[in-house]
């Protein structure tokens, strides 16, 4: 069973569309971030939810605006996508906020044409 | 600014030899610490963590050695083993609230 799944695994774009991308974490977690690795292979953290509410936001831009429907799922919204915002996206999950071990999904392959 | 860094981006090791993977960092306030192991086209996993108030912690074949006058930490794997060729990322966090991540290093054990 898969802990930390990410839908879809590969999203291939024009830029100016709006995309979303999906997380679901089955472990029982309260505690969910989206991560983006960028080319340079940096990993950062864009946001944080712990029991549905925001507890990091990063300087992102506001194209950008994560859902959490529930505790289960963060769902990111990318609105207006440019060039730069290909990269790899990571959805992870934590039993709490702090120094919890992070359970990580298998990446979202972005790529904006 | 990349507070975590890992300068090495690749290590070949023979195996059944020692691999040494390093981590520098620059934040004094980070005194919590983890490393990551990553296969191609998955997600980052939890290998093993340090605390500041330890200078080493081993959990079978990997031992973390932290040095904060030094603000170094490496990872030891013995023996190295054909499995263990992956991206490992080294990350730490000085209130818990986030972790900041290094660039990783590719290890590539020779069978």
């Known amino acids: 069973d898969t802990a930390v799944s990410q839908t879809p695994k590969y999203l291939v774009t024009q830029m100016g569309n709006d995309k979303s991308i999906k997380c679901e974490q089955n472990?029982?977690?309260?505690?969910m971030y989206w991560y983006k690795q960028d080319s340079k292979k940096f990993l950062k953290i864009m946001f944080s939810?712990?029991?549905?509410?925001?507890?990091i936001n990063e300087t992102v831009p506001n194209r950008f605006s994560p859902k959490s429907p529930d505790k289960a799922h963060l769902n990111l919204h990318i609105n207006s996508l440019e060039l730069g915002d290909s990269a790899v996206y990571f959805c992870?999950?934590?039993?709490?906020?702090?120094?919890?071990?992070?359970?990580f999904g298998p990446g979202t392959r972005l790529l904006v044409l | 600014d990349q507070q975590v860094k890992q300068n090495s981006p690749s290590l070949s090791v023979q195996e059944g030899r020692i691999s040494i993977l390093n981590c520098d960092y620059t934040?004094?306030?980070?005194?919590?610490f983890l490393w990551y192991k990553k296969y191609p086209a998955e997600g980052p996993t939890f290998l093993i963590s340090?605390?500041?108030?330890?200078d080493k912690n081993e959990d079978g074949r990997f031992t973390v050695f932290l040095n904060k006058s030094a603000k170094h930490l490496s990872l030891h794997i013995v023996p190295s083993q054909p499995g263990d060729s992956a991206v490992y990322f080294c990350?730490?966090?000085?209130?818990?609230?986030?972790?900041?991540f290094g660039t990783g290093t590719s290890l590539t054990v020779i069978p």
């Open positions: 939810y712990n029991n549905k509410e925001l507890i």
């Open positions: 990350a730490a966090s000085d209130d818990g609230n986030q972790f900041y």
């Open positions: 472990l029982g977690h309260d505690t």
């Open positions: 934040n004094s306030m980070f005194d919590y």
């Open positions: 340090i605390s500041s108030i330890k």
């Open positions: 992870a999950s934590s039993q709490g906020f702090g120094r919890e071990t992070q359970y």
